[in-house]
């Protein structure tokens, strides 16, 4: 995918870009010069695109992204002399990971924003992957609409979305603006590495990171310096890794929750992770005997 779409972006000038980020534009009176979306593959290039080349990427791809719409590029300065030939506006920068998911972010309306952003860690890739879902149906329980991004399938509340995994950076800030545009009040996101490539979340803004291992509390927070360093999001310093606690574990004994000793550390994590957010104990005890008077 690798494209912000313009139907979830907001209209932006090369010239606020440009003066934002600190990128020369060539020429200098394309400041007025209006983009809709921003893509890093020329599959994704829609007209009115901000068409981004890739690290180690053939320049010849410049050409094709203008004749698919793209209305300016963004290229190192070494390359100004191809993006002068392709007959387009140029923003010229080597941008990195952090600058492009600010400017992703910024195209995208700034989704993250909008949504209450949970994601979930650790050592094992299939247990994140089934702790998201988890999470997930627990938060709906509690009456949120939810988004999902994991490779176990990403969602955007009853609906399934086709994504191609790993995600990059462009990849997750269309997702996110997917699911707000569609409603979602909260986000679950799966920190693993067959979902999410290194920095893709560079301009996303956590609220609740947490995990299912057994750590202490200097292997918490070792956990989560690692993952907000791997995959570039920010987090409040004042924020801890959220793992499996006594009044999570004592909330799960009190419903004879199903699925076996694994399924009730999962919602015990749920639960704490929910706690964590702000969620009121006695909404999540009303949801926990609800779902027990319904099974």
Known sequence: MSVVSESISRRVTLGYIASHYGFELEPSFSDGVTVTSI????????????????????????????????????????LVSEA????????????????????????AGTPANTMAVFVVCGDDDEEVQADVVRLADFLHMLGNPVGIISCAGSS?????????????ILDVQHTLAVCSEDGAAAMVISADNETLRSGAMEGVSVDVLGSIETLNTAQSAAMLESTRSRYGFTIDERKRLVTCDEESSWLVGQTAAAGGIQGQ????????MAL?????????????RVSKEMQ
């Open 265 to 272: 550390r999962r919602l015990s994590l749920a639960i704490a």
């Open 156 to 168: 955007s509340l009853e609906r399934e979305l086709e994504m191609t995994y790993p995600l990059g």
């Open 39 to 78: 893509a890093d593959s020329t599959d994704s290039v829609r007209p009115g695109a901000l068409y981004v080349l890739r690290s180690g990427a053939d320049p010849s791809t410049l050409s094709v992204a203008v004749a698919r719409g793209a209305y300016a590029v963004l290229v190192p300065p070494s």
């Open 84 to 107: 002068q030939s392709a007959g387009v506006p140029a923003l010229l920068a080597t941008a990195d990971p952090e600058t492009m998911g600010a400017l992703a972010s910024d195209i």
């Open 276 to 288: 964590d957010a702000g969620v009121r104990r006695s909404n999540i005890r009303n949801a926990l």
